[in-house]
């Protein structure tokens, strides 16, 4: 696109909240002239602050927004997930024209995409649901983008999109992701696995502060040490940044005088509610969902813990630390593999026609997932791009298993002293599922047949069987 076409007002924001308000920031920087609405007096005072520096327009009402715009006219909605979202496009839908784009950037469950995109499909307007990751920052200056919609009107946008997002080794992290809601899919995993990896992180903290009694200063010092490494992220980034900051009120670690009740909205659930639908399992993501959950009941855990008492002081072999880097790099790659598992099979259910090493690649700048190991999973999926499952890759296999001694050392360590670690547990237990030839699934399916006459299959022929059970006084 040549400057004059990007001079053109062609780009509309819809939402100037924490995010609307970056991303069409960025969209100017990289020499888009770009117009902005929200509802609320915010827009005013952007202008205000910023509309001399940028090429940029605003306007709070949604007729002279879309009028300012050229066709076709690509708008993206940066406003809270759900009903808000149905009442912006029904607003815009009668003042646009055929062939005018809308970009869906928020957060929205993949299936009120799905119905968005059919509905506008049907009136000529090209619907997007694109996850956008990277926050505050992010938006501003690179975020990480999963666009999924009509492939054609992909044409439209990709130029503006790979301009503003992040890049690494020169790659944009945006790509087209795929048909219909895949994109809203992908970045709602993109979330599931956020939610696994930062709760290892606080199981980590938890482990080096109630098991090894270690200070804020010391937890920051290991955090850091794996920031260094092949552990290196954005979440262990900012994690260790966390343990260096004072509170003024107090005048001690900021993190201590904060309530220790996880608040969510709602992708995470999401995630794990798709995952038991299309039959996915996802237990570390489940684990990381349910923890958020139960560190709500904080009142009855309060009571349970003066009933039953404290966990112990973990007693360790001096490399402990290494076996936890270990264990930590060991539950991070199920987390990423259990979320990459869920994106292949959605992609064959909802048929998304997935590129997952394309998907891998841009995760690793951008967004909140972004971690060293995304390039081990990138190359993964490069050299065999069908690939079921991460840990069917060889060069995956050989990092676990040499991870796997320091993992059972602090998962069983931590259990005897009585420390809560569910999702390194988790991880844990689901590779040691996985990696089971013959799983004792044929005592469940006994059972079943047993009480409700649900049949089975044999390992010795082809069939369907049902025994009579009730031998005991034959
Ligand atoms: N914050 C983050 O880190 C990330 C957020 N997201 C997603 O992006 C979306 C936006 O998030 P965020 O920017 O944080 O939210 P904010 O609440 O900061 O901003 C949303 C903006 O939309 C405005 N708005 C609400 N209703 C309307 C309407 N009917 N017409 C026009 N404007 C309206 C709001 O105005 P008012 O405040 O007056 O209601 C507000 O200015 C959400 O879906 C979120 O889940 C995605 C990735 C990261
Ligand atoms: O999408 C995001 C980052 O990728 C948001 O920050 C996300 O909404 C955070 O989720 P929650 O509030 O449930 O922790």
């Not at 940066?78 to 646009?96: C, K, M, R, T, Y």
């Not at 010092?221 to 107090?250: A, H, P, Y």
């Amino acid at each position: 696109m040549n400057n004059d076409k990007k001079a053109q007002f062609a780009f509309g924001m819809v939402g100037l909240g924490t995010m609307g308000r970056n991303l069409l920031l960025n969209m100017a920087d990289n020499g888009f002239a770009v117009t902005g609405y929200d509802k609320s007096e915010k827009m005013l005072q952007f202008f205000e602050e910023e509309g001399k520096a940028h090429n940029l327009k605003g306007f709070s009402d949604i007729e002279d927004f879309v009028q300012s715009l050229q066709t076709p006219r690509t708008i993206i909605l940066l406003v809270p997930a759900g009903p808000i979202v149905d009442s912006v496009i029904s607003e815009l839908q009668p003042l646009l024209t055929k062939g005018d784009i809308i970009i869906d950037s928020g957060n929205s469950h993949f299936t009120d995409t799905s119905r968005r995109y059919l509905e506008l499909k049907d009136k000529g307007i090209h619907f997007f649901g694109m996850g956008i990751s990277g926050g505050e920052e992010g938006a501003r200056f690179g975020p990480s983008m999963m666009p999924g919609g009509d492939k054609q009107a992909y044409a439209h946008v990709k130029e503006m999109l790979e301009a503003v997002s992040a890049k690494v080794n020169g790659d944009p992290c945006v790509t087209y992701i795929g048909a219909g809601a895949s994109g809203h899919f992908v970045k709602m995993t993109h979330n599931g696995i956020e939610y696994a990896i930062m709760q290892l992180l606080a199981e980590a903290y938890e482990i080096l502060k109630n098991g090894l009694g270690y200070d804020n200063n010391q937890i920051q010092q290991v955090f850091e040490k794996w920031n260094n490494g092949r552990l290196k992220s954005f979440l262990m980034e900012i994690t260790k940044d966390v343990f260096l900051v004072k509170d003024d009120k107090t005048g001690g670690f900021l993190v201590d005088v904060i309530k220790d009740e996880a608040k969510s909205k709602g992708t995470g659930k999401w995630t794990s509610q798709v995952a038991m639908d299309i039959e996915m399992p996802i237990p570390i993501i489940d684990t990381a969902v349910s923890t958020r959950n139960l560190s709500k009941l904080k009142k009855l855990r309060v009571e349970l813990d003066e009933a039953f008492g404290d966990a112990e002081k973990m007693k360790v072999s001096a490399n402990f630390i290494d076996d936890l880097e270990e264990a930590f790099y060991f539950a991070m790659a199920n987390a990423y593999a259990q979320g990459m598992h869920l994106l292949w099979k959605a992609s064959i259910d909802y048929e998304y026609g997935l590129n997952m090493a394309e998907i891998a690649k841009i995760w690793r700048g951008g967004c909140i997932i972004r971690a060293e190991f995304l390039e081990d999973i990138y190359q993964a999926y490069q050299k065999k791009p069908d690939l079921e499952h991460l840990f069917a890759d060889s060069g995956i296999q050989q990092k676990i298993k040499q991870s796997l001694k320091g993992t059972r050392n602090v998962v069983s360590s931590a259990i005897n002293a009585g420390l809560a670690i569910p999702c390194f547990a988790a991880a844990l237990t689901y590779f040691d599922t996985l990696k089971t030839g013959r799983m004792p699934s044929n005592l469940t399916q006994a059972q079943r047949d047993f009480f409700g006459a649900h049949t089975f299959e044999r390992i010795d022929c082809e069939g369907i069987f049902h025994a009579n059970w009730n031998q005991k006084n034959s």
